[in-house]
């Protein structure tokens, strides 16, 4: 099978999960990166063996057939618009962009040119959500009746070097973490048909508790707590918490809750972890992890091992550039993600319901003979690394 020529723009934190996990995946292969600190460019192109160029040099190459648009949220139209007029296929870490009406013009550039545009996250393509999704197509516990989702935390100053756009418009919690709940939940339920939200902050600025800017105060310009209730197309009630202004608590990731049974999902940001269910009159009791490709750790963090398979998504979508038809994380799941948590912060604002103008079908499940289907056949078995 031919590769897709992958080039990625953008050389900061993420570039180095992407540079890592690809090599995983048929059909796609990195062979340049730029970004418009040099230096970083070319410290990449170093230790992963591949070109440094600058961007317009990289969008400008005939040999690059995909851009990975890993810049900062703020950018991400900009780039993905240049790279479809210079006629790449495009896929933009989340959040895809900042609004319903950027997408929709990537949208139409796309189409016009006969492109395909692509989004993470791809997480809910892992083992443990999409066995999650098997059990209840299968009617495990039920017709879905209600969910509940909190990602909290005290925030990203306490790690990122650089936490400053975090705070600022086009960061929060909601932009920043919501697209893998939110992603999750269209993928076990469906689209959603209206929101509404309260959303603050605890603070007008964050003091930077990581080097080399610890002590340095920066301001807060986005809400940082968020309390949203999204009604599904399907009928469904969730209910989402995003907060980076909380210091501890015993919210669970994800709770389904369907009308014989309930189910507790690990964090969406991650392809693992341990699915519960419960039935009627029944304890909750762990699943038995199905053999899924997905759910084999193959990585090491903080001592525990986890499983990655970021870029799954962007194989997915070079299979679907080369033989045709849909692909799991495309442009319409990703702006009616965008169009979700856009329009949480909007009803923060004013009070009001919002009823969404876009919708999207539920992504094809990807059980293990389709997963591993996108891994090279020497990947059947990954090894372990320290992330």
Same mark, same amino acid.
């Given at each position: ?18 540079? +890592? ?24 192109? +170093? ?24 810049? %900062? ?27 319903? *009406?950027?997408? @929709?013009? #990537? ?31 299968? =009617? *495990? ?8 989702? $909190? ?16 705070? &600022? ?5 909601? &932009? ?31 003091? /930077?508790?990581? *080097?080399?800017?610890?002590?340095? @105060? %920066? ?7 968020? $309390? ?19 210091? =501890? ?23 693992? =972890? ?17 053999? $899924? ?25 070079? @299979? !679907? /550039? @080369?033989?045709? =038809? ?12 965008? +169009?979700?948590?856009?329009? %949480? ?10 009823? #969404? ?6 992504? *094809? ?7 591993? !289907? ?14």
């Amino acid at each position: 099978m031919t590769d897709l020529n992958i080039g990625i723009i953008g050389a900061g934190n993420i570039s180095k999960t992407y540079f +890592e996990m690809s090599p995983l995946f048929d059909g796609i292969k990195v062979v340049a990166v730029a970004d418009l600190n040099a230096e970083a460019a070319a410290r990449a192109a +170093e230790t992963y063996g591949v070109r440094a160029l600058t961007t317009d040099a990289l969008l400008a190459d005939p040999q690059v057939d995909l851009i990975v648009n890993l810049t %900062i949220p703020a950018a991400h139209f900009e780039v993905a618009r240049a790279a479809l007029l210079a006629g790449k296929h495009v896929y933009s870490e989340k959040p895809f962009v900042l609004s319903v *009406e950027q997408g @929709r013009e #990537l949208q139409a550039i796309a189409s016009e040119k006969g492109l395909r545009v692509g989004s993470a996250p791809d997480t809910f393509l892992g083992g443990a959500h999409q066995q999650a999704r098997a059990l209840l197509d299968a =009617g *495990e516990i039920g017709p879905v009746h209600s969910a509940t989702a $909190h990602v909290m935390s005290a925030g990203m100053e306490h790690w990122h070097p650089n936490p400053d756009f975090f705070f &600022l418009p086009g960061g929060g919690p909601i &932009l920043d973490l919501g697209p893998y709940y939110i992603a999750a939940f269209v993928n076990l339920l469906g689209p959603v048909a209206r929101v509404t939200a309260l959303t603050g902050m605890a603070s007008a600025e964050r003091v /930077i508790r990581s *080097e080399p800017r610890a002590g340095e @105060r %920066i301001p807060v310009k986005t809400p940082t707590t968020i $309390h949203a209730l999204l009604q599904f197309a399907s009928g469904a009630m969730v209910t989402l918490g995003a907060s980076w202004d909380v210091h =501890g608590h015993r919210h669970g990731n994800m709770e389904v809750y369907g009308a014989e049974g309930s189910m507790i999902l690990p964090d969406p940001n991650f392809f693992g =972890g341990p699915v519960e269910v419960s039935h009627r009159g029944e304890a909750l009791a762990p699943v038995t992890t199905w053999d $899924h490709p997905f759910a084999v750790p193959n990585e090491t963090a903080n001592g525990v091992a986890r499983a990655n398979y970021r870029a799954a998504g962007l194989a997915d979508m070079a @299979r !679907a /550039i @080369r033989e045709g =038809g849909d692909f799991r994380c495309d442009q319409s799941r990703a702006l009616h993600v965008i +169009e979700v948590m856009t329009s %949480i912060l909007q009803a923060g604002e004013t009070g009001e319901w919002i009823t #969404l103008t876009t919708t999207c079908t539920r992504p *094809e499940a990807l059980g293990p003979d389709a997963a591993q !289907a996108l891994l090279r056949a020497e990947e059947a078995a990954p090894a372990a690394r320290t992330a």
